[in-house]
C-alpha cells in the first residue's frame, strides 16, 4: 500500500496543474452543460455504465476533479502491480513504471472532467493484461480475452497498449530463460487472446452499440488496407516527429528508442542462446529481432487500418507511453535489473511537469482570451435575441500570447489548447457556455460557404480589435481576417 500512496503523489504532481486550471475541454462542454453520455453510441458501452454508475444517475454532472483523481489511484495500482509482477517491486526500479507517462499526449486525457477516468481505465485494464490472475495458462488466456473486450468498450485506441504488451511480456519469458517451446505456447496464447477480444468486440458489441455517423472523427476499417496502412504509417510519423519537440529534434525519438531496445534484445537474447541449444532457440532469437520492429508501430497499429488518420487526436497516442515503457523494460533486463535504465525516467519525467505546467497555463490564458471575445460578440449583438442567427467564422482567432511564447518550446501545445472559434459544433456549445447563445449553422453546411464566400456583401455591424462582424438576415459572420471588402 505505500507503494500506491508514493505513485499517487507522484502522479498526483504531473496532473495538479490541470486541475488548477480547471478547463472545460471539448466534450466536457455539452457534458456538463447538457448532461448526456454518447460513449454508448460510439461503441464504448462500459464507459456509459461506468460513469452512470458513478453519477448514481445517466445525466452527467460536473464532479471534477473526481473522476481525474479516480483515474490516479487506479493507475497508481496498476504501477504497483507492474512492479510486484515483473520485479518483486524492487526499489532501485520503482521509477520503471511511471515511464508509461512520459508521453505528451497523455495531458488531453489528464484534461477530460469526464473521460480521464474511462480512458485512464482502460489503460489499467490493458496493464492487467500482464498479471496472471490464475496458474492455468488456458484460464489466464479467457481473463485476457475479456480484459481485451474491457479495453475496447472503454477506449478503443488503448488496445494499442495491449499489443505493445504482448512484446514485454515475450521478453521477459525470454529473460527468464524458459523453454522455448514454452515462450512460443505463452506469446500464441497472448495474441490469441488479444484476437479473440477484438472479434468478439467487432462483430458481436460494436454492430450493437455503434450509433455514430462515419465521419474524419469517427472512421471505419478500410477497404484498402496495404494502401491505407502506409498512407497512415507516414501521416502518423510525419506528424509526431513535427510536435514532439522544437527545432526539428523530433525526428531523433523513435530512431534512439530502436537503438536502445535493439541492444537490449541483442544481449537478452544472446544469453538465452547461451542456455538454450537448438533450432527453436535460434527461432526465439529471430523472433526477437523481428519483434523490436514490430512494436514502435503497435504504439499506433490499430489506428493503421482506419480509413483515414486522426493526427491531430492526440488522445489517440496513448500507446507511445506504453512503447517507452517497453523500451526502458527491456534495457532494464538488459542490465540485469540494475537501477541505471531508471535513472533516466526521473528527468524525463521531470521534463512532463514542466510541460504539463506550459500546457495549464497556456490553457487557461487562452480561456481568457476566449471569454474576451465572446463578451466582445455579445455586446456587439446585444440587439439580437438568443438562438436566432447563425454565427459563421472566418478566419484565424486570436491566440493567447503566453500560448504563442510556450509553443516554441512546446509546439504540440499548438494542438492540445483547442482553438474553439470555428465552424464546427464545439464553437456554439462553448460560446453558449460562456453566456452566448446562437445557432449552429453545422459543419461545412450551404450557409457556411455561402455565408463564408459572400459575407463581404452583408452589413458591416461592428468593427473591433480582433474582428469585423457582417449580419444578412439571420447569419452573422465573425471576420478574425479582417479583411477589406472595399477592394
Known amino acids: 500500500m505505500k507503494q500506491i500512496k508514493e505513485y499517487f503523489i507522484i502522479i498526483l504532481v504531473l496532473v495538479a496543474p490541470i486541475i488548477l486550471a480547471n478547463i472545460y475541454y471539448i466534450d466536457d462542454i455539452g457534458r456538463s452543460t447538457l448532461g448526456y453520455r454518447f460513449w454508448w453510441e460510439d461503441g464504448r458501452p462500459l464507459s456509459d455504465l461506468l460513469m452512470s454508475v458513478i453519477m448514481f444517475s445517466g445525466t452527467m454532472a460536473d464532479i471534477a476533479p473526481v473522476p481525474l483523481l479516480a483515474a490516479c489511484i487506479m493507475l497508481s495500482w496498476a504501477f504497483y502491480r507492474f512492479g510486484k509482477e515483473f520485479f518483486n517491486n524492487k526499489k532501485g526500479l520503482f521509477l520503471i513504471p511511471l515511464s508509461f ?14 473521460d480521464s477516468l474511462t480512458i485512464i481505465f482502460s489503460a489499467v485494464l490493458s496493464f492487467a493484461f500482464l498479471f496472471n490472475f490464475s496458474r492455468n495458462n488456458y484460464t489466464n488466456a479467457l481473463i485476457n480475452t475479456a480484459l481485451v473486450v474491457g479495453v475496447m468498450c472503454l477506449y478503443q485506441a488503448s488496445v494499442n497498449i495491449v499489443l505493445i504488451f504482448i512484446s514485454l511480456s515475450f521478453f521477459f519469458d525470454v529473460y527468464k530463460l524458459k523453454k522455448p517451446f514454452e515462450i512460443i505456447k505463452m506469446s500464441a496464447l497472448r495474441v490469441a487472446s488479444t484476437l479473440a477480444g477484438l472479434a468478439f468486440y467487432m462483430k458481436i458489441i460494436l454492430p450493437l452499440t455503434l450509433m455514430s455517423e462515419h465521419s474524419d472523427n469517427h472512421p471505419r476499417v ?5 494502401t491505407t496502412v502506409i498512407d497512415n504509417l507516414n501521416a502518423y510519423y510525419s506528424y509526431v516527429q513535427e510536435v514532439i519537440l522544437p527545432y526539428g529534434m523530433g525526428s531523433y525519438i523513435l530512431p534512439t528508442l530502436i537503438i536502445i531496445s535493439l541492444i537490449s534484445a541483442l544481449i537478452v537474447s544472446y544469453r538465452y542462446l547461451k542456455v538454450n541449444k537448438g533450432k527453436f532457440a535460434w527461432l526465439i532469437f529471430a523472433a526477437s529481432f523481428v519483434i523490436i520492429f514490430i512494436t514502435p508501430v503497435a504504439a499506433i497499429g490499430s489506428l493503421l487500418v482506419l480509413d483515414n488518420p486522426m493526427v491531430r487526436f492526440a488522445r489517440i497516442y496513448i500507446g507511445f507511453g506504453a512503447y517507452v515503457l517497453f523500451v526502458l523494460f527491456l534495457a532494464t533486463l538488459a542490465c540485469k535489473e540494475s537501477k541505471v535504465p531508471s535513472l533516466f525516467v526521473l528527468p524525463l519525467y521531470l521534463y512532463m511537469i514542466v510541460f504539463t505546467c506550459a500546457y495549464a497555463n497556456a490553457s487557461k490564458h487562452q480561456a481568457s482570451v ?3 471575445v465572446i463578451d466582445s460578440i455579445k455586446g456587439d449583438t446585444k440587439e439580437i435575441d438568443y438562438n436566432t442567427n447563425y454565427i459563421i467564422f472566418n478566419g484565424a482567432p486570436p491566440r493567447s500570447s503566453i500560448l ?5 518550446n512546446f509546439p504540440l501545445l499548438d494542438t492540445l489548447v483547442v482553438s474553439y472559434f470555428g465552424n464546427w459544433m464545439w464553437a456554439y456549445n462553448y460560446m453558449s457556455m460562456n453566456g452566448l447563445k446562437q445557432r449552429d449553422p453545422g459543419f461545412n453546411s450551404e ?5 463564408i464566400r459572400d459575407f463581404c456583401n452583408y452589413k458591416q455591424i461592428s468593427r473591433a480589435q480582433d474582428y469585423n462582424l457582417y449580419h444578412e438576415g439571420i447569419n452573422l459572420v465573425v471576420d478574425f481576417s479582417k479583411k477589406d471588402c472595399m477592394k
Open 101 to 114: 507517462l512520459i508521453n505528451p499526449f497523455f495531458v488531453e486525457i489528464f484534461s477530460y472532467r469526464f
Open 222 to 226: 478500410s477497404d484498402n488496407l496495404i
Open 370 to 372: 476566449d471569454k474576451q
Open 404 to 408: 504563442l511564447n510556450s509553443q516554441r
Open 447 to 451: 450557409i457556411v460557404n455561402t455565408s
